[in-house]
């Protein structure tokens, strides 16, 4: 009977050629049923077609569910022969994460913003205004040149900023622009702290320790007496917060224009212990940032009365600190993005 060889059919094939020999259109049950009919004599063809129809729908309605099971099948086992389980859970996308070196400037504003730092920004496209003029870089200082600089071919004065310190600049003209009430936002507040993070770009040559381009944190203070003291214990205090309390960092003194005395600071090589290695050259010392206090030519460009006002600056390499803490001999691989290299840096947050 129809249910029992419905059951039968193990595969597609066998349901097809069951198909055929109760549905199909010549020489199947169906097809026998109707040359039955029209046999039939004539008063019981109503009663007869119904029947015929209704038990021709049921066979049909079987095959296609029957079809159905088995197509559903047939996939299945050819998704278990590619080595597909279905059964098992589905796979976790791997999620995303902070750049190390975003961690590392996350970490800084952190430990600097208990001593009253806040973020302020500036663009990566600057003026020459904002990158030279305004702190004190004189017209043909070899900076300003297009083999250190990365020029817009448009013109209009446009150039990749080569260091965070034009934000300086904007924050220093913001502060000092007398309001309506006579008072600039300085003299109301009584003076300032800021970082400012962020990417800058030089001609420089690709090495361990050198990419075109890196990334700077700013840090500006302006109040009324400040000195070279205040300046040292804040960066010392800084170093022992990331590095540690051991942290061993040395000042010497350096030039910048826009500062004046200027220094730079130097952390005792972490890779070699001070040794010398190929990081830091031999010297045992790795040059972290430049620093100084403000020139008065800076305060006064911004409309700042240098008299009454002074501060510090300080611009921090952020790749070469991260080498630092986590003692890796090449900033490279901080833009190479290799999964286990990122998914290694732990030590940075
Ligand atoms: C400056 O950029 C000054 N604006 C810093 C400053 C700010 C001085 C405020 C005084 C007051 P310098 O060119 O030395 O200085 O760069 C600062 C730091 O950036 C360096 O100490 C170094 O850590 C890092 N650095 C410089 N060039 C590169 C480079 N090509 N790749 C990676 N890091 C670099």
């Given at each position: 009977?129809?249910?029992?060889?419905?059951?039968?059919?193990?595969?597609?094939?066998?349901?097809?050629?069951?198909?055929?020999?109760?549905?199909?259109?010549?020489?199947?049950?169906?097809?026998?049923?109707?040359?039955?009919?029209?046999?039939?004599?004539?008063?019981?063809?109503?009663?007869?077609?119904?029947?015929?129809?209704?038990?021709?729908?049921?066979?049909?309605?079987?095959?296609?569910?029957?079809?159905?099971?088995?197509?559903?099948?047939?996939?299945?086992?050819?998704?278990?022969?590619?080595?597909?389980?279905?059964?098992?859970?589905?796979?976790?996308?791997?999620?995303?994460?902070?750049h190390p070196l975003?961690?590392?400037?996350?970490?800084?504003?952190?430990?600097?913003?208990?001593?009253?730092?806040?973020?302020?920004?500036?663009?990566?496209?600057?003026?020459?205004?904002?990158?030279?003029?305004?702190?004190?870089?004189?017209?043909?200082?070899?900076?300003?040149?297009?083999?250190?600089?990365?020029?817009?071919?448009?013109?209009?004065?446009?150039?990749?900023?080569?260091?965070?310190?034009?934000?300086?600049?904007?924050?220093?003209?913001?502060?000092?622009?007398?309001?309506?009430?006579?008072?600039?936002?300085?003299?109301?507040?009584?003076?300032?702290?800021?970082?400012?993070?962020?990417?800058?770009?030089?001609?420089?040559?690709i090495d361990p320790?050198?990419s075109?381009m890196f990334?700077?944190?700013?840090?500006?203070?302006?109040?009324?007496?400040?000195?070279?003291?205040?300046?040292?214990?804040?960066?010392?205090?800084?170093?022992?917060?990331?590095?540690?309390?051991?942290?061993?960092?040395?000042?010497?003194?350096?030039?910048?224009?826009?500062?004046?005395?200027?220094?730079?600071?130097?952390?005792?090589?972490?890779?070699?212990?001070?040794?010398?290695?190929?990081?830091?050259?031999?010297?045992?010392?790795?040059?972290?940032?430049?620093?100084?206090?403000?020139?008065?030519?800076?305060?006064?460009?911004?409309?700042?009365?240098?008299?009454?006002?002074?501060?510090?600056?300080?611009?921090?390499?952020?790749e070469?600190?991260a080498m630092?803490?986590?003692?890796t001999p090449d900033l490279r691989l901080f833009f190479e993005n290799d999964q286990r290299f990122l998914n290694s840096m732990?030590?940075?947050?």
């Amino acid at each position: 009977a129809f249910p029992e060889a419905l059951a039968a059919c193990a595969d597609l094939d066998a349901l097809l050629r069951l198909k055929g020999a109760y549905v199909g259109r010549e020489g199947s049950h169906a097809a026998r049923l109707m040359e039955l009919l029209k046999a039939a004599p004539k008063e019981q063809k109503r009663e007869l077609g119904a029947a015929a129809n209704a038990l021709k729908t049921q066979w049909e309605e079987g095959l296609r569910t029957r079809q159905a099971e088995l197509e559903e099948a047939r996939k299945r086992a050819a998704a278990l022969a590619s080595g597909w389980d279905p059964t098992l859970p589905p796979p976790v996308p791997a999620q995303g994460a902070l750049h190390p070196l975003n961690r590392l400037m996350d970490r800084l504003v952190d430990v600097f913003r208990p001593l009253g730092y806040h973020v302020e920004e500036g663009p990566e496209a600057e003026t020459e205004e904002h990158n030279f003029d305004g702190l004190n870089i004189p017209e043909d200082h070899p900076a300003r040149g297009s083999a250190d600089t990365f020029y817009f071919r448009q013109g209009g004065g446009l150039l990749l900023r080569t260091h965070t310190s034009p934000v300086q600049v904007r924050v220093l003209k913001r502060i000092g622009a007398k309001g309506p009430d006579g008072l600039s936002e300085l003299e109301r507040s009584g003076g300032i702290r800021f970082l400012a993070p962020g990417r800058v770009y030089r001609k420089d040559e690709i090495d361990p320790t050198h990419s075109p381009m890196f990334h700077q944190v700013e840090g500006m203070l302006v109040g009324k007496g400040i000195g070279m003291h205040h300046l040292k214990g804040t960066l010392s205090y800084a170093m022992k917060a990331l590095f540690g309390p051991g942290a061993d960092v040395r000042f010497r003194p350096s030039y910048f224009p826009f500062v004046e005395p200027g220094a730079e600071m130097d952390v005792r090589c972490p890779l070699c212990g001070g040794s010398g290695c190929r990081v830091c050259k031999g010297s045992g010392w790795v040059e972290l940032l430049g620093a100084g206090l403000i020139h008065p030519n800076v305060l006064a460009y911004a409309g700042i009365d240098p008299a009454v006002w002074s501060g510090f600056a300080f611009g921090m390499g952020v790749e070469r600190t991260a080498m630092m803490v986590s003692q890796t001999p090449d900033l490279r691989l901080f833009f190479e993005n290799d999964q286990r290299f990122l998914n290694s840096m732990g030590g940075l947050d």
